[in-house]
């Protein structure tokens, strides 16, 4: 995975997210060259075949470390969204706040915390992505572990 910023496309022109390398450039070109000014979570929807549809979710101002049950009733919303406009499609979350990459522990909880509820979830959830102002980068083993 490079750190070269692709294009940020209109969902028909997105070629279909099929690998993590496909994942990682959608998510880089949605952060581009900016940082963020709070911790947010992003969704992203995908039809059958990894198909980019236009629903991408942001949420915003979430707390450094998440709440109990909020990824498990995210989850739960974003199901509702992808069945009943993707049916068959997938789910691909991305946790983002400002700073360095420092690998902290909050962005071990967020990832975590998504990584299990899309275990729970009754559609396909793509690894976790995190992103700081300086790089967008999966969530390795080593961070759900520590």
């Keep these: 995975m490079t750190h070269d910023i692709p294009p940020i496309l209109p969902p028909d022109q997105t070629p279909p997210i099929r690998s993590l390398g496909d994942l990682d450039a959608h998510w880089r070109s949605i952060k581009g060259p900016w940082g963020f000014s709070a911790p947010q979570v992003w969704c992203s929807v995908l039809g059958p075949g990894g198909v980019v549809t236009p629903i991408l979710i942001k949420i915003e101002d979430c707390p450094d ?82």
Excluded: Q, Y
């Design 65 to 146: 470390v998440p709440d109990p049950g909020d990824s498990r009733n995210l989850l739960d919303r974003i199901t509702e969204v992808v069945d009943e406009f993707a049916a068959g499609g997938s789910a691909a979350f991305m946790f983002a706040r400002p700073g360095a990459d420092d690998r902290r522990a909050s962005d071990r909880e967020w990832a975590r915390d998504l990584t299990e509820a899309g275990r729970r979830a009754s559609i396909d959830v793509w690894p976790v992505f995190l992103a700081n102002d300086t790089c967008v980068r999966i969530v390795a083993p080593d961070d759900l572990a520590a």
